[in-house]
């Protein structure tokens, strides 16, 4: 019988949607799984075969722990928000909505195809208004918070209101803005609302504030850093420039310290723990400050780690958008400023961190006054200074920096001996318990724990300065100037923002006409006509409405991509029939038997973006007493990535001709890429298909082999529809199957590693499936047999059960699919096909074919899904040898075998072994001079 792949996985594809096969319960006896992948944003251009190596991973997991008898949730939704779609809207005029879901059909067909057991009935979609009325919800809950240090996490925002209300702020121990002025109850008490409101927006969890962003004009929004690549944006190569809006941000400094505590608590990969440590970034220092001469009142605070260093400070460094930039900016030194500032603008953060080589600077002619010396130093900007770390200030120590030494060497600033002039007296170095540094381990920071100990504390005791703990971690973004997001909740009153009653909820983003900006700059809801708040009626409302009494206008900026994705794996705890009820983000009950998710996989690009994002909304919600624990993975891995395979062809320069590969030597040419399906095994390239596929080559000379082939080179690259170098997983499962597709992407490598794709290789997959089937086949006729198995055949299978068992455990799938292959030749070999047998080999091998061992589990007459079979057990008992196969020598050269029992003594050994006819055939009638015998190794006869 023929392995006819297409009609087998189709019918097992109908028969898990039909039976909704892998949905899981909320209310089982069973231990609980929570397996998850990191969510797909739904591209016009579908998946390729590299998208679905995570998910193949996870779903051979979360049906080998429904085998290992789990209650296992293993969910899908989509990430659906987004600036593609918004740009695909711009260009075509067709509503986000509308390419999304079309997208979304694709990418469920392909998902559906390769066999996932997915349960698809708790389906997320982030741009559907039934899920982001609870990230709106969520936004509010954030709105109405503050970081109380004292109880180290988020309070009620009345609960500060109260403390106000009573004392003032002196004694409030928050998070909050660094600018904050004291005031006293009565003070508070007599404050008009608006002067309450605008201080409360200081302490709260999510506030406006003037920020710095990457502003790209051409998308007519800000992006994140990770969406900039080289100055540009990453969506269209657009230029990007650094400019101060008036922007939504979320407070996760106030979770810096929890975050990285929290890291010592899961099991993530450590590369990516380091890589959130480091973006985090906690130092121990001093604020200092510096104030500006000639300027009475204006100073310049810097966070320094090396406070024992300050006698060396002989300059100043702000970054080039340091609000004192323009106050201290001399008449002299105004235009060459400007011209840096503006020049800076159009570098992101993301590059200036990254260049370390360039050395480039201002000279503002404004001077700063040394703390300890009275010195005048100058004031410099550099945009290795950034305006989001630290405080966007630098005290330049030449002597003691390599970076602060180049930039002086470069622009002629003298470069002090740190020990020159320093008038404190040896008896000043002494702290509160008495010890004692000397001038040369204070100033060298030799002894740096003590030295900086004792430089805090003379900082402290001179009053310009104080100790304390910094973060790198900046306080995140929260608004995007674009259409395809979640709307906000919020409406203005008097300038001040507005939440809306959470029962009025989902805000529901408006019909547009424009996905562009405004011609006057605002965002693409600025286009909005109807987007007004009625606050009597608690409807949305046309803009003529408007007469700031009852009607108000609401936000135009949309939430960002991370919004959704921060919360999304508590959403799936709720069933398909509480999601319809909608009642809440997830109940309490479901949130309490699935926790947390226990296995999640996805890239680690992710790292200080959604991973992090989502890290604290799950501290924020625990706080609040919504989620009952603080960390909401277990387990991360990452996967690797699946390289593709790009073919180019070359173009002579300045002429238009194209050139076999082989004969580019000591020319001048141009690589370019060109689709890899006109390419066939052998790299000859299809040059009509070429031609048709680009038409400003249909005159151009080919010059091609001798034999008049045309051949390309390779090259491993990323794989990408940009290059040309994608490999649809649709017709790898047509020719195929998504069974082979399965088992090689497992088979391509450890699932951490990035390996090459090459579909040549999936073949000896294929041969191996269709073997498997044969096992069960004689001829056309199914046969398999009720007869005990063999000693062998039960070694085979059991050392198997072994292996695939150690290999999921330990997430090295890529092991099991050769121990799959050594045990179905093998099986083959012994003509193996008992029942006994077979039927545990197909429950170790669903979790990797699941199609095609549903398929032969029917066959042996089951009529429940093998999905629900316990994992076959191992017993070891089968891999202990009770014999063993003697090598016969004589004088050392090995003559014959002889199978023994194990069990036998050296002279019960000897005795059969000189009794056998083809010893007696060797020795001819000689008697040996010794028999050497080493029990279960060899036996030596000598003589």
Not at 32 to 56: E, Q
Not at 156 to 180: H, Q, R
Request: proline share 5%; hydrophobic share 35%.
């Amino acid at each position: 019988m023929q392995y006819n792949h297409q009609e087998i996985e189709k019918k097992w594809q109908k028969f898990w949607a039909e039976n909704q096969t892998f949905k899981a319960s909320n209310n089982s006896e069973k231990p609980k799984y929570y397996v998850l992948d990191m969510f797909p944003y739904p591209s016009g251009a579908g998946l390729h075969v590299g998208h679905p190596l995570g998910y193949i991973a996870s779903d051979i997991y979360a049906r080998y722990k429904r085998h290992k008898g789990f209650n296992v949730l293993h969910p899908q939704g989509y990430d659906s928000f987004g600036l593609p779609a918004e740009q695909y809207a711009i260009q075509t005029g067709q509503h986000p909505a509308k390419t999304t879901e079309e997208n979304i059909k694709t990418y469920r067909r392909q998902l559906d195809q390769i066999g996932f057991s997915f349960d698809w009935s708790r389906e997320v979609r982030t741009s559907s208004p039934e899920y982001y009325k609870w990230t709106q919800w969520i936004f509010i809950q954030l709105f109405n918070s503050w970081y109380n240090k004292d109880s180290d996490k988020a309070e009620d925002i009345s609960t500060l209101i109260s403390i106000f209300e009573k004392e003032g702020n002196a004694n409030v121990n928050a998070v909050s803005d660094e600018d904050i002025i004291p005031f006293s109850s009565d003070d508070w008490n007599g404050f008009s609302s608006t002067k309450q409101q605008e201080i409360l927006l200081q302490y709260r969890l999510t506030f406006l504030s003037d920020t710095e962003v990457n502003w790209c004009p051409a998308l007519g929004t800000v992006l994140a850093n990770d969406e900039i690549v080289n100055g540009v944006s990453e969506r269209g190569g657009h230029p990007v420039v650094r400019k101060k809006m008036t922007q939504w941000s979320m407070r996760i400094s106030a979770y810096a310290q929890r975050l990285l505590d929290g890291l010592q608590t899961i099991d993530w990969p450590q590369p990516l723990k380091d890589s959130q440590t480091n973006w985090i970034g906690r130092s121990q220092g001093a604020m200092v400050s510096f104030t500006v001469d000639g300027f009475e009142g204006e100073k310049i605070d810097v966070f320094t780690t090396r406070p024992d260093t300050i006698f060396g400070v002989s300059f100043m460094t702000l970054a080039p958008e340091h609000e004192l930039v323009s106050k201290i900016t001399t008449e002299a030194q105004k235009a060459e400023v400007e011209a840096y500032v503006e020049a800076t603008a159009k570098r992101s953060e993301r590059d200036r961190m990254a260049d370390v080589k360039t050395i480039s600077g201002a000279f503002t002619g404004a001077y700063a006054i040394h703390p300890f010396s009275g010195e005048k130093v100058q004031i410099w900007i550099g945009d290795y200074v950034l305006a989001s770390y630290g405080t966007g200030a630098v005290m330049a120590v030449p002597c003691g920096d390599q970076r602060d030494y180049d930039f002086a060497k470069h622009f002629g600033i003298p470069i002090p001996n740190i020990f020159e002039n320093v008038d404190i007296s040896e008896e000043a170095h002494t702290d509160k318990e008495g010890t004692v540094i000397a001038n040369s381990d204070f100033l060298s920071g030799l002894k740096y724990k003590k030295a900086l100990k004792l430089a805090i504390y003379e900082i402290e005791k001179r009053g310009f300065g104080y100790g304390k703990t910094n973060y790198r971690l900046r306080d995140a973004v929260f608004s995007r100037q674009r259409y395809w997001g979640e709307p906000f909740p919020v409406y203005y009153k008097d300038g001040m923002p507005q939440m809306i009653d959470a029962k009025h909820l989902p805000i529901v983003l408006p019909e547009v006409e424009k996905y562009l900006p405004t011609e006057d700059g605002k965002p693409p809801l600025g286009n909005a006509e109807v987007w007004a708040w009625d606050t009597v009626n608690n409807k949305v409302v046309h803009n003529s409405e408007i007469n700031n009494i009852t009607v108000w206008p609401l936000e135009l900026n949309t939430m960002p991509g991370w919004a959704g994705s921060s919360w999304y794996f508590n959403r799936y705890m709720q069933s398909e029939e509480e999601q319809k009820e909608n009642t809440v983000f997830a109940s309490k009950e479901n949130l309490e038997y699935w926790k947390e998710v226990d296995l999640y996989i996805g890239g680690s690009e992710h790292a200080t973006g959604h991973l992090l994002y989502a890290r604290f909304w799950q501290k924020f919600l625990f706080d609040k007493g919504l989620v009952p624990v603080d960390e909401f993975a277990k387990k991360l891995i990452n996967q690797g990535m699946i390289l593709g395979t790009s073919a180019f062809v070359f173009r002579v320069e300045g002429e238009n001709k194209l050139i076999t590969s082989s004969k580019t030597s000591n020319l001048k040419v141009q690589p370019i890429h060109t689709d890899v399906s006109f390419v066939n095994a052998s790299d000859e390239l299809d040059i009509e298909a070429f031609k048709n596929w680009r038409p400003e080559f249909k005159d151009a000379e080919f010059i091609t082999e001798e034999d008049g082939t045309f051949k390309v080179s390779r090259e491993v690259e990323k794989m990408s529809k940009s290059k040309y170098n994608v490999v649809n997983p649709d017709l790898i499962c047509e020719e195929y199957g998504a069974d082979a597709l399965r088992l090689f992407e497992m088979f391509l490598g450890p699932l951490e590693q990035t390996k090459p794709w090459k579909t040549s290789g999936i073949s000896g997959v294929y041969s191996f499936l269709k073997k498997l089937y044969k096992l069960f086949y004689n001829g056309e006729n199914f046969e398999v047999s009720e007869a005990t198995a063999t000693k062998d055949e039960l070694k085979t299978l059991h050392k198997t059960i072994k292996k695939v068992e150690e290999d999921i455990e330990n997430f090295s799938f890529n092991t099991s699919v050769s121990t799959f292959m050594i045990a179905v030749n093998e099986l083959t070999t012994q003509k193996c096909n008992k029942r006994e047998i077979l039927e545990p080999l197909l429950v170790l091998l669903s979790p990797y074919a699941p199609h095609i061992t549903e398929e032969l589990w029917s066959q042996l007459g089951h009529t429940t899904s093998i999905s629900k079979v316990p994992f076959p057990k191992f017993d070891g008992k089968h891999l202990v040898e009770s014999t063993k196969n003697y090598p016969i020598s004589f004088n050392g050269k090995m003559r014959f075998t002889l199978e023994l029992s194990l069990d036998l003594s050296k002279e019960e050994i000897e005795k059969i072994v000189m009794a056998h006819e083809k010893t007696q055939a060797q020795l001819q009638g000689r008697t040996p001079k010794k028999v050497i015998i080493v029990p279960g190794k060899i036996v030596n006869i000598v003589g």
